[in-house]
């Protein structure tokens, strides 16, 4: 019995040494074998020929070692003699055996295991280098956290990948941001003149991290003496100039009058052409208003009566001297007779106002509609002009309104406040059109603002309060009478009794005689630029109207940063914009 079982030990040898098993392993295994012989006497487990169990055989693996979890209590004392974890028993300890010898579970298993976790990482730095690590995050998550970001950090956002740029330039994505009051206000410089070229940059203001950043625009190019108003997040350029004999100076000798209007959306940085409008105009004074769907837009067709025909701001003696081939004659004439034409043929349309909504036309911005008005300005012959004309979204089309008042005068600024566009002209009166009702109306107010004449008045609105900019002579203290001192003043029109109050004073000295004032919400932004010493300086302001305290009070946002790399030209040619982005 004894000489069988050497003999079986024997051949368990030989059996692990043809598995390229360690000796000391094979020694330790036989020496388990030999302690379960000795310790069991009543023979009632399962043995096989050779006396040892049959589970133990079950745990042997391809290398030779336990395979770790194997179920072995009933030998083994229980669940307490598991294998530990590696806080518990230590790195020392981290592979102890079920079997009781260290070399049985832990020979081949620490290699396998650390095979195991390199190729896993082999294959996340993998998905990292090729872009497709899939993020398990939701997307109502993602753009909760995106819609957070200032407009700088977005913006870099959106070159993470096709994902990310497509959640945050969505209609949906934009209307959280700006119902969430994650916007932050935007101040926008057009106009900028380099070295005697229209260079088409923007500069961009951020208000809240007085940052200055700069955009190229490649379609403003060699444009100057445009006109710029904002709504829904978008920027629009109306009219404007450019040189015919040099592309890109600003060279008024020889020029061509736009009458096309661009839209640039920041938040996109994207451009687009809408429908131009029926006359060429430079420097127009815009106002821009958000209507209902089913407002009425009539178009107000001009008659002989209202005709006029202003004169040329280049003076002289007469037509002749100034026009001696006496083409603006001509053309009069030649205006004259088709508009006689026009009225006396017969009227194959009615003019009705226009409430239906164009099957082709596609509204912006969650349907909502606006209307942008553009009076004034100089024309193709570079003369003032006293007709205007009104751009509805829904139908993408300009028309025709009434002529501003007789005896008007030149208009000089507007702006639309509780829809009702006010003019303002340089004869110090003021007109308003009702743009539901399609007429206008001329003001009288009490008293008038005071104001040097040299240095033209901007009307602003602000919160549905209307509001101007002026210039006045300040006397010197003791010293009644003597104007020693130019300041510049806000005024407020009381709607009601339409009497003016000085409501604030701007802290610069006023040495910009085109001076840029645009509001955005409760926000009025002052732009500033000038020539002295040599230099161009600017200067730019903020006024935050809705605060409770009785004076308003104006604070410098930004003092010399721009105007130091451009020419004393864009002091004329700048025009601003402010949006919350």
Sequence with gaps: MFSNRRILEDGLCQDFESLSVTKKLARNVSQKLRKKRLHRSDGGEEESAGGFSLRCLTMY???????VGADCSDEFGGSSTRRLSAGEEGIKNAYKTLCGTEDCCSYGRKDRFRKRTNRKGLEVDELHRNGKMNL??????????????PLSSLMSARLVCKKWNHLTTTPRFMQMRKEGCYQTPWLFVFGSVKDGHCSGEVRVLDVDLHQWHKVDVEVLKGRFMFSVASMHEEIYIVGGCSSLTSFGRVDRSSFKTHKSMLVFSPSTKSWRKVESMKY???SPILGISEVTVDCPITPTQPTRQDRRFPRSRLGGVSDVYEDPHRLSVRRQLRSLSDENARIMGPAKKQCRPLRQRSETSSLRDGGKRFVLIAIGGLGSWDEPLDSGEIYDSMSNK????????VDFGIVCSGVVCDKTFFAYSESDKLAGYDIERGYWVV????PSPPRVHEY???LICCGARLFMLSVSW???DGQIGRRNKAIRKMWELDLTYLTWAEVSTHPDAPMDWNAAFVADKD????????KIFGQVLDFFTVCNVGVSDKVMRWTHISRNRVGRELDASSCMTKTIAALHL
């Design 398 to 405: 300009w028309t025709e309104i009434q002529k501003l008042p």
């Design 136 to 149: 398990s995050l939701p997307d109502d998550v993602l753009e909760m956290c995106l819609m957070r970001l």
């Design 474 to 476: 300040c006397e010197g």
């Design 456 to 458: 033209y008045p901007k």
């Design 280 to 282: 060429a105009r430079s």
């Design 523 to 530: 926000l009025i932004f002052g732009a500033e630029m000038f």
């Design 61 to 67: 693996g391809r290398v030779g070692s336990c395979k």
């Design 443 to 446: 003001i009288q107010t009490t």
